[in-house]
């Protein structure tokens, strides 16, 4: 191994050592694991269906999903649009934690949207 190579693993060895003992080990703890995701059937068609539309507040997220409950509203017979941030304001942001993904998702399940679609933007 090179002199060069040597000094790259030494910095690399010392950036590790740095990173696991100032929190980052700790804070990877922290991050849930998740299992197996068993993801529900698409429905085979919209009509008569409940789209709830889901934003995180970042800038023009809400202008996107708004334009896409109008289209789904033109072309989707007996579509039902619920615009979640108009419902609850408290969920037009992004989640600083499991604990506040999981109360927007109650808040979502109470709801019983036959669709979900989440979007942001920049």
Do not use: C
């Not at 804070?27 to 409940?50: D, R, S």
């Not at 992004?94 to 604990?99: H, L, Q």
């Amino acid at each position: 191994m090179s002199r060069k190579g040597l000094w790259i693993g030494l910095a690399i060895f010392l950036i590790v050592g740095i990173l696991s003992n100032s929190g980052w080990g700790a804070a990877e703890k922290q991050i849930p694991k998740v299992g197996p995701v068993k993801l529900n059937a698409h429905p085979p068609t919209l009509e008569g269906k409940t789209v709830l539309l889901r934003w995180n507040g970042k800038y023009n997220g809400d202008k996107f999903l708004a334009r896409l409950g109008e289209l789904l509203t033109q072309q989707v017979k007996n579509v039902k649009i619920l615009k979640l941030w108009e419902m609850d304001s408290t969920t037009a942001a992004i989640s600083k934690n499991g604990e506040a993904s999981e109360e927007v998702a109650n808040k979502i399940a109470k709801l019983k949207p036959d669709l979900v679609i989440a979007a942001q933007a920049d």
